[in-house]
């Protein structure tokens, strides 16, 4: 905590997934997370392209991947530097799916990706996809049992290409919630490959005109302030992206040396 100077810091359950690993315990939708090398490569094509054809093919409701600047894997750091190939910079390909989808795919991301591969996988709602509504944020309260505060996540996954009344969609999305105060802060992220909806697998390409990568929108607050959030944002989707919902057990908010939040995780059951 004591090296973030200022920003939002949030700690979230996740089930960790290696070759030994029993099956995953969420039967809802999943939020399924893959770790790999920015080069590494199967069948001669780039290893975040190949697992996100194969989610594509099983039915994912979307996929993006992020490329990273720093970070570890298996014990070992791994990050860029100015003069090198950067090869193992890593990667992270964030799916969305239902329980059985993910159940049945981690065997064959296990055989595709071959080297001890690290997954992760989080209980999630699928809330929109393709523009049409199936379910609202979950209703949560503001606390737990134990009196810890509950915080919750939008991730909305648009392409830089979908539009609302001549901007993009995701900076329709940050200037409406800036201007109406209904959230205390978003973030966008480009990413540079995935799918979301219909969508065949797409990203940046050598000769294309405009940019055309996926790209996510994440929105962290209390549950009321989400759901209020998510009246404007559903309305700025009318016709694109895919939208998640989860349950963030703790949140921390530092700006100037003065911090809000704590690491104690809350529980609830909804």
Same mark, same amino acid.
């Given at each position: 905590?004591?090296?973030?100077?200022?920003?939002?810091?949030?700690?979230?359950?996740?089930?960790?997934?290696?070759?030994?690993?029993?099956?995953?315990?969420?039967?809802?939708?999943?939020?399924?997370?893959?770790?790999?090398?920015?080069?590494?490569?199967?069948?001669?094509?780039?290893?975040?392209?190949? *697992?996100?054809? @194969?989610?594509?093919?099983?039915?994912?409701? =979307? $996929? #993006? +991947?992020?490329?990273? &600047?720093? %970070?570890?894997?298996?014990?070992?750091?791994?990050?860029?530097?100015?003069?090198?190939?950067?090869?193992?910079?890593?990667?992270?390909?964030?799916?969305?799916?239902?329980?059985?989808?993910?159940?049945?795919?981690?065997?064959?991301?296990?055989?595709?990706?071959?080297?001890?591969?690290?997954?992760?996988?989080?209980?999630?709602?699928?809330?929109?996809?393709?523009?049409?509504?199936?379910?609202?944020?979950?209703?949560?309260?503001?606390?737990?049992?134990?009196?810890?505060?509950?915080?919750?996540?939008?991730?909305?996954?648009?392409?830089?290409?979908?539009?609302?009344?001549?901007?993009?969609?995701?900076?329709?999305? *940050?200037?409406? @919630?800036?201007?109406?105060?209904?959230?205390? =802060? $978003? #973030? +966008?992220?480009?990413? &540079?490959? %995935?799918?979301?909806?219909?969508?065949?697998?797409?990203?940046?390409?050598?000769?294309?005109?405009?940019?055309?990568?996926?790209?996510?929108?994440?929105?962290?607050?209390?549950?009321?302030?989400?759901?209020?959030?998510?009246?404007?944002?559903?309305?700025?989707?009318?016709?694109?992206?895919?939208?998640?919902?989860?349950?963030?057990?703790?949140?921390?908010?530092?700006?100037?040396?003065?911090?809000?939040?704590?690491?104690?995780?809350?529980?609830?059951?909804?």
């Amino acid at each position: 905590m004591n090296l973030v100077p200022r920003g939002l810091i949030t700690l979230e359950r996740a089930q960790l997934i290696r070759r030994e690993s029993p099956a995953p315990t969420v039967t809802d939708t999943c939020k399924l997370t893959v770790y790999v090398g920015r080069h590494h490569r199967v069948g001669g094509v780039p290893a975040y392209r190949a *697992v996100c054809d @194969l989610l594509h093919r099983r039915g994912f409701a =979307g $996929a #993006t +991947v992020f490329l990273g &600047v720093d %970070g570890t894997a298996h014990g070992r750091r791994r990050r860029a530097a100015f003069f090198s190939r950067n090869t193992e910079v890593p990667l992270t390909i964030i799916g969305l799916g239902t329980g059985a989808q993910v159940n049945a795919v981690l065997g064959e991301l296990t055989e595709l990706l071959e080297n001890n591969p690290l997954f992760t996988v989080e209980r999630a709602q699928l809330c929109k996809q393709g523009g049409q509504l199936l379910t609202r944020p979950a209703e949560l309260p503001d606390t737990d049992a134990q009196g810890l505060p509950l915080w919750q996540k939008l991730m909305v996954h648009t392409s830089e290409t979908a539009h609302h009344d001549g901007s993009p969609v995701h900076r329709a999305i *940050v200037r409406t @919630l800036m201007q109406t105060g209904a959230a205390r =802060g $978003a #973030t +966008v992220l480009r990413a &540079v490959w %995935g799918f979301s909806g219909g969508d065949k697998p797409h990203g940046d390409r050598l000769f294309q005109f405009g940019r055309q990568v996926p790209v996510t929108t994440i929105v962290v607050d209390t549950p009321e302030r989400i759901a209020g959030a998510f009246e404007i944002i559903d309305e700025l989707t009318g016709e694109h992206g895919v939208i998640s919902a989860e349950m963030v057990p703790s949140a921390t908010i530092v700006d100037a040396g003065h911090r809000f939040g704590g690491t104690d995780l809350a529980r609830f059951s909804y």
